[in-house]
């Protein structure tokens, strides 16, 4: 499937992770992660008609194709139906390395750049990026909606994530959460 790209603004706490640990129990209560299911009949068709056409010999492709999806099906049957995960742990486990393509794969703050955790961008770092240490929300808003350049160097990793206080004037107001996970 690949990495996916995730955001979100929350109102601002003190307690960084307090704030994490909150978004992740939202995220998780509204469900909106990504589950790894089984492709639907249509997408099968979609794929099989696709790699027929390339082809030289596309029904004799499509009669090949039908038998390994036979196959297949027949390795998966006795699979037991997955239940819905009732905790962030449970999902997290029945998503393993696949993740679950939101905040949920980060588990905590950390100071330096880690698997499933979000740091803090640098005070350089949010000057060069928005000429002051003080973003407001719609300059953080614009930032994250541009494409960085091919040759930046990246804020962070696969499986990590950054994270900016907003403010209204000199008041923390928001704390904004960006990063890339899943397979």
Not at 33 to 60: F, G, I, M, R, V
């Amino acid at each position: 499937m690949g990495a996916t790209g995730w955001s979100y603004f929350v109102p601002y706490q003190e307690d960084i992770d307090r704030a994490l640990q909150d978004l992740r129990d939202q995220v998780f209560k509204a469900r909106e992660y990504q589950l790894q299911n089984e492709p639907t009949a249509e997408e099968l068709e979609t794929a099989k008609s696709y790699l027929a056409s390339l082809s030289l010999d596309p029904e004799k492709t499509r009669k090949e194709l039908d038998s390994l999806l036979a196959l297949s099906e027949a390795f998966t049957r006795p699979r037991k139906t997955t239940r819905a995960p009732t905790t962030i742990k449970q999902l997290l486990k029945q998503c393993a390395e696949e993740g679950t393509h939101s905040i949920l794969d980060i588990e905590r703050v950390s100071s330096t750049p880690a698997f499933a955790t979000v740091t803090p961008l640098s005070r350089d770092q949010l000057l060069t990026i928005f000429n002051t240490d003080h973003p407001t929300h719609a300059m953080v808003e614009s930032w994250s909606d541009c494409i960085a350049p091919i040759d930046s160097t990246p804020l962070y990793g696969h499986w990590q994530g950054i994270y900016i206080i907003v403010y209204e004037g000199d008041q923390p107001a928001e704390i904004y959460f960006e990063g890339s996970s899943g397979d």
